[in-house]
């Protein structure tokens, strides 16, 4: 299990490791991420926090779910580039 600091919210930090996952290749496009489940015991958090991960990587257009598919690292063409706000 990925042991997290707690002195920050848990989802930011494992929203940042699966991001950093996803730059350096280690979930290639195209590639199917680890489901719901795998995310709640490597990381050993709820599954309402693995749901609120898995949102911030769609929006960040790093990551598409295909129903009863699972959820899948998009091309780097299709990612939308988000503007900081």
Known sequence: ???LKPNQPRWRQVHAIMRERIRTGQY????RIPSL????EEFGIAN???QKVM???RADG???????MGSFVTEPDEREVLEPQ
């Open 1 to 3: 299990m990925v042991e």
């Open 28 to 31: 290639k496009p195209g590639e």
């Open 37 to 40: 489940i795998a995310i709640v």
């Open 48 to 50: 309402a926090t693995a």
């Open 55 to 57: 949102r911030a990587l």
């Open 62 to 68: 790093l990551i598409h779910t295909e129903s009863g």
